[in-house]
């Protein structure tokens, strides 16, 4: 066995206290048979709709070092590797506080309504410029996905990112006491999963919540230019913070935006940052991403990290899969840029990429397009929230608006007709008039919330390239 290993067989088993077959050692976590790489030790979760002590065998077929499990597994080799343990969420619960517990990482724990995956991604970009750097992967960000990357985290990294999100009160709390940062970033606090909350204030409360996992002394990073700043910074000085930054382009911010050039395919920018002035690139257009990039600064400093080399990695920053990434296609005699913003959205969010998508140059005859799913998760105020799109879409300079889901009607309703492309319910009823509409030199926004399922519209859009489609930043 070798010290690089994540786990080994006795230590992973006293963390868990478990008992285990063999003598193993583990380069990786798992929760998923199908993506289960050769060296994972595999955790069989159950789940409302899954049991993972079914996909066991298959998970060692697939190279798995060992599996963790509660019961026996009929079938099974009675010399298999695996770690058994009485309840495989808590097992995973106990190697992620174990793996926080022997870390001497700088610790930070990213929450918000919005924007919490594009702000991890890029601080860790940021970080890993000085030092190793681990940082939670996609969106694992719930009761699963939180325990999960802390459990991958290698002892020697020096910098942790992790985003923590929720969509009920009460969620972050266990969590941010689990990841125990010494940095909170509160992205914002937006109108998203009304439908479980009265009011803004009560989203305000269970973003909060992350500071009740902070380490003593630790700092709290909030946006100056969120309405409910002022009601963050009293949950944080109640939570007993021992500092707090704010950013934004608000005058008192102390990662303040000076200057902002806007360009389609990035944003290049000049700010204070504590006091330190510094000019760099962001190199994902939209203003949200410059807002967003000075938390990221906010935060490298309360980690003593080195600024410079974070501002120069941020150029770095590109949109992911389904948060905007973009795609440029030949397409006929021209081509079509694609903006995949399919994953999920929230009224802030679909503003922004509505402005994003009017700051792209589209040279006549091309055409600015918005193909625009449901947002989930409103409530009652769903109908004037969609409706409420109309004025930004004018702004942005949109020709046309392919409209999905029952909401989206309320918007659709509202439109000019010559802005009206098609409604329909689902999207794979829509994606055959979005691709029988678009015409070489058109740049088309595909956004919804990740119910409407919008990805097959993008996907389908890519396949009208006769070449590769290959991602551009502009």
Sequence with gaps: MTAAALWQTAEAAVACDGQYNGDWQADGVSIDSRTVRAGDLFVAIQGP???????????????????????????????APLLRVGDTLAGLEALGRAARERSGARITAVTGSVGKTGIKQALYQALARSAPTHASIGNLNNHWGAPLSLARMPAHSRYGVFELGMNHAGEIAPLSCMVRPHVAIITNVEPVHLEFFSSLSQIADAKAEIFEGLEPGGVAILN??????????????????????????HEDAQARLIGLAQHAACNCISADINGQAVTYKVGA?????????LAVLAAVRALDADLGLAALAMAEVAAPKGRGERNRIAFDDGDLLIIDESYNASPIAMAAAIETLGAVEVAAPGRRIAVLGDMLELGETAPALHAALAPALADAGVDQVFACGPHMAELFDTLPKHMR?????ASKTLLTKVTASVRPGDTVLVKGSLGLNMAPIVLALLALGNADPAAVSG
């Design 421 to 425: 492309g098609a409604h329909e319910a």
């Design 285 to 293: 257009p939209g203003r949200h991403w410059a807002i967003n990039s």
């Design 49 to 79: 709709n899954f049991d993972g002590h079914g996909f066991v065998a298959d998970a060692l077929a697939r190279g798995a070092a060992a599996a963790m499990v509660s019961r026996e597994i009929d079938g099974l080799d009675p010399a």
């Design 224 to 249: 100056r230019d969120n309405a409910h700043y002022d009601h963050l910074k009293r949950a944080a000085e109640a939570a007993g913070v021992g500092r707090i930054i704010s950013f934004g382009a």
